[in-house]
């Protein structure tokens, strides 16, 4: 699933910007969902109602990983099976790869992922 959000600059920190994923029933325990922004494509995964963030783009070749498969921790890219763990972002078969990882809150009862 994607879903398309902009990114709004906090009030305090003049270079992050939360950007609104959405209410918590829209990523259940065990799902994954991309979100699309001006500044980037990210991956939000909801583990066991714990919420991680990781940039959205695989690094070998650029699949979107949110549209692969969530297997308890593990992000399989859909289009060469490359792994990687959402808590830290580390490819499998290599911690020197690793996606960025973004800290995500719930405000209000909506979801956010802090952006740079
Ligand atoms: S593009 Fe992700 S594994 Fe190749």
């Known amino acids: ?7 709004e600059p906090h009030a305090s920190v003049s270079l992050m910007a939360l ?10 325990p ?7 922004t001006d500044c980037g ?3 939000v995964c909801n583990i066991d109602g714990e919420l991680h963030a990781v940039d959205g783009i695989c690094p070998h070749r650029g699949g979107p990983l949110a549209h692969g498969a969530l297997h308890g921790t593990t992000i399989v890219c859909p289009w060469h099976a490359w792994e990687f763990d959402c808590r830290s972002g580390e490819y ?8 960025k990882k973004h800290s995500v809150t719930i405000k209000d009862g909506i979801i956010f992922v802090d952006l740079p």
């Open 1 to 7: 699933m994607s879903i398309r959000a902009t990114a």
């Open 19 to 28: 950007v609104r994923v959405g209410p918590p029933a829209a990523l259940p």
């Open 30 to 36: 065990g799902s994954m969902l991309q979100v699309d």
């Open 41 to 43: 494509v990210y991956t």
């Open 92 to 99: 499998d078969l290599d911690p020197a790869i690793r996606l």
